[in-house]
């Protein structure tokens, strides 16, 4: 019943005690804030940096050469965009000295709207983290996944790009991280720093227990026959309520929450799509060069004489930002409503005469290029 | 150690070292115009200051050594401390034999982790960012290594560097750190009197309460002294230090500008004068080394004339630790 902000700190707490983690730091992430969101409250290895990304970026790349494993944290994605070329380096690190010096980092930033951001407050970066080789990108839609993918983000030897949906960072889980007290308000008295004076606080961590979601498992968040869609994220809920919603007029869907965007989980695409035939993938970034294109355009490859109707990516508009005004936020990117739509319009839309009468290409087809 | 106490042997290994390092730097550059190799970048001019300096850094892995955070003139740096002209010339190749990056990267992009060299980037001025973070486990860890970063006057331009000033004065925080400008008066074929407003670089550290000197960067004694200096103050006080060295660019750029020979100061003869007039070495024994070392690099150039070219299909190496496989 964690949020998704107690999932990572309960995470960082279990790092900093079992997996060697160094370094949790960036601008208000160290005491007496423990980060904008809280996600760093009572963390020992938590410290104050800079208002300066590209010295965050740049110190967490020093300290995992020289043996640490840091935590660095970009306070918005927003203000990411002036480091893409030292996220670059980080990314070809490895590749470029053929192996010899590789950067294990990890680097959490919030990602999306639903909070009034406005157009500084709301930026996704997935599509153009995907862009920059030799990143592994997360991003968990709820606290288990938080707590699991950190796990396995500070314990992998490359650099990890991990998306916190900062609209759901107070949103609690159905299910309980292992080790976690089953009363929420038990869990709040323990480890959320108290308003005022924090300055004797220590938190009493409950006894959590390893928990590694593996990079590049995705999850089955509901299962059906009728359509395949694929989000991650915010959206990820939005489309499980709407799954259930239309449970109630007959359609049952795979919704597949993909967790880890690279390397993403083909499999499990694969195998869900040559079961429905009909795919969907929403997300909230801008729909112009999105990350949903690409699954669009490897699926259409692999799937394109068994898909039954056009794929569709339901996707943010292609406007500048994203404007304060809630009538701007919600005429920007996908609502309850529109995934509904997208939803019930993949699963009612008239199949294609004769989809999957040719055999599907075989696998090596597609690797090989 | 002050140069004056320095014993011959290891004046006379400092000239040795200084020739390795050019006439390497000669047969790569040779490469580039025989179509051997692509594109050529280096640090001939700079050897009376990278030499004492490679020769003065902790080596060796991990936070008790010093780390080296060069860039693309650092070859004489990493010549000093042990690089074989034959590894150089491999790279310059695009060799698949090129231990620094399997034939990936430009000639003098060294990535050594046994001796806490890591990846030379062509970026400008990014290693500025970096060495804070190896500083600041060195500073947690204790001991005596040190982070030590080099770049251009050009490249400082960038606020890079501004970073690595801010970050490593931090009151309480201080990071034992290096701060190198080797100075050299051009950015490509701007001069720095187009684009600066201060001939002397390191007085941008002062209003961090950093300690900053310049040195004759063509002046092996002036060097290794000014290096001496600021390396025991690092070490000790475990808190940054910022030199310029005023360098000469015997060749110009890179290849991209011609790397013809200029008419600049030029401090291989300048300190064989040294060495003869003192006594410690003969005009035929400086002559001596020179065709040594040439006749090394002739050698590893034939041989890195017989090595392949790398495997096409190893672009799908090295991208993540275990082996890709989406």
Same mark, same amino acid.
């Given at each position: 019943m964690a949020t998704l902000a107690q999932g990572i700190r309960l995470a960082l707490h279990y790092a900093e005690e079992n997996l060697g983690l160094t370094d949790v730091f960036g601008e208000d992430v160290g005491p007496p804030l423990g980060g904008v969101f809280t996600a760093t409250q009572g963390i020992?290895?938590?410290?104050?940096?800079?208002?300066?990304?590209? @010295?965050?970026?740049?110190?967490?790349?020093?300290?995992?050469?020289? @043996? @640490?494993?840091?935590?660095?944290?970009?306070?918005?994605?927003?203000?990411?965009? #002036?480091?893409?070329?030292? !996220?670059?380096?980080?990314? #070809?690190?490895?590749?470029?000295?053929?192996?010899?010096?590789?950067?294990? !980092?990890?680097?959490?930033?919030?990602?999306?709207?639903?909070?009034? @951001?406005?157009?500084?407050?709301?930026?996704?970066?997935?599509?153009?983290?995907?862009?920059?080789?030799?990143?592994?990108?997360?991003?968990?839609? #709820?606290?288990?996944?938080?707590?699991?993918? !950190?796990?396995?983000?500070? #314990?992998?030897?490359?650099?990890?790009?991990?998306?916190?949906?900062?609209?759901?960072?107070?949103?609690r889980s159905e299910e309980l991280i292992p080790g976690e007290p089953a009363d929420a308000r038990e869990l709040d008295r323990r480890i959320n720093a108290p308003l005022g004076d924090r300055s004797r606080w220590v938190p009493d961590w409950p006894d959590v227990q390893p928990h590694f979601v593996p990079i590049g498992e995705a999850r089955l968040a509901r299962e059906g026959h009728h359509a395949t869609v694929v989000s991650y994220s915010r959206m990820l809920p939005l489309c499980v309520q709407a799954a259930d919603q239309l449970a109630h007029e007959g359609f049952e869907f795979d919704v597949i929450d993909l967790r880890t965007l690279y390397p993403v989980d083909m499999p499990a695409l694969r195998r869900s799509l040559a079961k429905t035939r009909r795919l969907l993938v929403v997300n909230e970034d801008t729909e112009v060069t999105n990350y949903g294109e690409h699954l669009l355009r490897r699926l259409t490859e692999e799937f394109f004489y068994e898909l039954e109707v056009a794929p569709r990516l339901l996707a943010g508009k292609d406007v500048p930002g994203i404007g304060i005004a809630w009538s701007l936020e919600a005429a920007s990117v996908p609502q309850a409503g529109d995934v509904l739509e997208a939803m019930r319009d993949i699963a009612t839309a008239p199949g294609r005469v004769g989809a999957g009468e040719w055999p599907l290409l075989p696998q090596s087809f597609f690797r090989s290029r | 150690m002050r140069y004056e106490a320095l014993t011959p042997e290891r004046k006379r290994q400092i000239h040795d070292l200084m020739v390795k390092a050019r006439t390497t730097e000669e047969t790569a550059i040779l490469m580039n115009k025989s179509g051997e190799g692509f594109f050529w970048i280096g640090g001939p001019g700079e050897e009376a200051f990278a030499v004492p300096l490679g020769l003065q850094v902790k080596k060796g892995q991990g936070p008790d050594h010093d780390y080296l955070h060069l860039h693309y003139r650092g070859g004489p740096i990493a010549m000093a401390m042990g690089v074989d002209p034959l590894d150089h010339l491999r790279q310059m190749g695009a060799k698949a034999t090129d231990p620094f990056s399997g034939g990936r990267q430009f000639v003098e992009h060294y990535a050594i982790p046994e001796w806490n060299i890591v990846p030379v980037t062509p970026t400008i001025e990014t290693q500025y960012t970096m060495v804070i973070g190896t500083a600041h486990v060195q500073r947690r860890h204790g001991g005596d290594g040190i982070s030590i970063v080099t770049g251009g006057d050009a490249g400082a331009a960038e606020g890079d560097i501004h970073v690595c000033l801010n970050w490593s004065s931090r009151p309480g925080q201080e990071l034992p750190v290096l701060i190198i400008v080797t100075h050299n008066r051009w950015g490509i074929s701007t001069p720095c009197t187009q684009v600066q407003s201060t001939r002397n670089l390191n007085e941008w550290a002062t209003p961090f309460g950093i300690r900053n000197s310049v040195v004759d960067g063509n002046d092996v004694a002036a060097s290794w002294d000014a290096l001496a200096d600021a390396m025991a103050y690092i070490r000790a006080e475990r808190k940054p230090y910022m030199l310029q060295a005023d360098v000469s660019r015997l060749y110009g750029h890179s290849s991209a500008s011609g790397a013809n020979r200029v008419d600049e100061p030029d401090c291989i003869p300048l300190y064989e004068e040294r060495l003869i007039s003192e006594g410690l070495m003969t005009r035929a024994e400086c002559d001596a080394v020179w065709e040594r070392w040439r006749a090394y690099c002739k050698e590893a150039l034939e041989q890195v004339r017989s090595e392949p070219a790398p495997d096409p299909a190893d672009i799908w190496t090295h991208i993540f630790a275990e082996p890709a496989g989406v």
């Open positions: 020992k290895c938590a410290w104050n940096s800079p208002l300066d990304e590209r @010295g965050i970026i740049g110190m967490a790349m020093g300290i995992a050469f020289a @043996g @640490g494993r840091p935590v660095a944290e970009i306070q918005f994605a927003d203000y990411i965009f #002036n480091t893409i070329d030292l !996220l670059k380096l980080a990314g #070809n690190m490895r590749w470029s000295s053929h192996g010899r010096w590789g950067v294990p !980092l990890t680097v959490m930033t919030p990602v999306g709207s639903g909070i009034h @951001g406005s157009i500084y407050h709301s930026h996704s970066f997935e599509s153009i983290a995907s862009h920059i080789p030799g990143w592994k990108i997360v991003s968990p839609s #709820n606290a288990v996944d938080a707590y699991g993918l !950190l796990l396995s983000a500070i #314990n992998d030897p490359d650099p990890v790009m991990y998306l916190e949906p900062k609209a759901l960072m107070r949103a | -």
